[in-house]
């Protein structure tokens, strides 16, 4: 008996261990989903707004701005604003690199005692040293960008500047070299830094500033049909020969147009003095 239970177990374990476990089915755990960041959220929440200023929804953009790379640090004078700067620049266009200015290109001729160029050995007109740019800054005579753009530097200081469109020749451009909308990239050289020149006294005549090795320009103030500079004769009124004299009015066409003296009248005649009347009879 002993020996057939045993039987019955050994069989019994040798079906359980044969029978299959079904596989116990993975559970998936959902990928969490990214956080959905709302536009402009970030950039308004960045902007500090004073008292009394509330705050607004919507995006927040940048229309454009100026970038610079400072690339040489100077060590000189601080770059103060409404002084006159001195500098050296390259010019390119932004969107393929062309250069379109340089002041290491504006070499004026080198001149003797007597005025006269210098020529070199190949007979040619010898040129002296690159003439930098000097400007006053702040007041308009250049593009915004570089009323800007030297903000921070230090004479001897190398620096490029990034300048979008609307800070440069704007949606016209200067064409033929700047075409419209163009953006441009200067690398500048702060030369020096100087104070402005004193106001001139009232009544003296001043210049217009010009650019170094250009021709000057003509003296505000300047009377219509004057000599320009250099001795150029004026240009004469339109419709004016410049050749023929002006007509002479003949007296004998144009009516006479004087008011004729007055016409004295005829005297008059003094009335003839009447007889005293005779004496009467007694």
């Known amino acids: 008996m002993k020996r057939i239970a045993l039987l019955f177990a050994l069989a019994a374990t040798l079906t359980a261990a044969q029978t299959p476990t079904p596989p116990t089915p993975k559970t998936t755990t ?4 990214p956080a959905v960041k709302k536009p402009g959220t970030a950039a308004a929440s960045a902007i500090k707004l004073p008292p009394g200023v509330k705050p607004v929804k919507g995006i927040l953009r940048t229309a454009f701005a100026l970038k610079y790379q400072d690339f040489v640090i100077g060590t000189g004078a601080l770059a103060e604003p409404g002084k006159l700067y001195k500098v050296h620049y390259t010019g390119w266009l932004a969107s393929d690199g062309t250069k379109f200015d340089s002041s290491y290109d504006h070499r004026a001729p080198v001149m003797d005692k007597d005025n006269k160029p210098v020529n070199d050995a190949d007979g040619k007109p010898k040129l002296g040293d690159p003439q930098p740019l000097t400007f006053p800054q702040g007041r308009g005579r250049l593009i915004p960008g570089w009323d800007q753009g030297f903000e ?10 990034f300048i979008p469109y609307q800070l440069a020749y704007g949606a016209m451009g200067r ?4 075409p419209a909308k163009s953006d441009l990239i200067f690398d500048v050289e702060l030369m020096a830094v100087t104070d402005m020149p004193a106001p001139p006294a009232p009544g003296a005549p001043r210049m217009l500033p010009q650019r170094p090795g250009g021709a000057p320009g003509t003296a505000p103030g300047a009377a219509p049909g004057s000599t320009a500079p250099g001795g ?8 004016a020969s410049p050749t023929s004299p002006a ?11 004087a008011t004729p003296p007055p016409t004295t009248p005829p005297a ?3 009335p003839t003095p009447k007889p005293s009347n005779p004496a009467q009879p007694n």
């Open 30 to 33: 959902p990928a969490a989903k």
């Open 152 to 161: 921070g530097m230090k004479v001897g200081g190398k620096r490029r500047l």
């Open 175 to 178: 064409p033929p070299k700047i």
């Open 232 to 239: 150029a004769p004026a240009t004469p009124p339109a419709g």
């Open 247 to 257: 007509p002479t009015p003949n007296p004998a066409a144009a009516p006479s147009t």
């Open 268 to 270: 008059t005649p003094a």
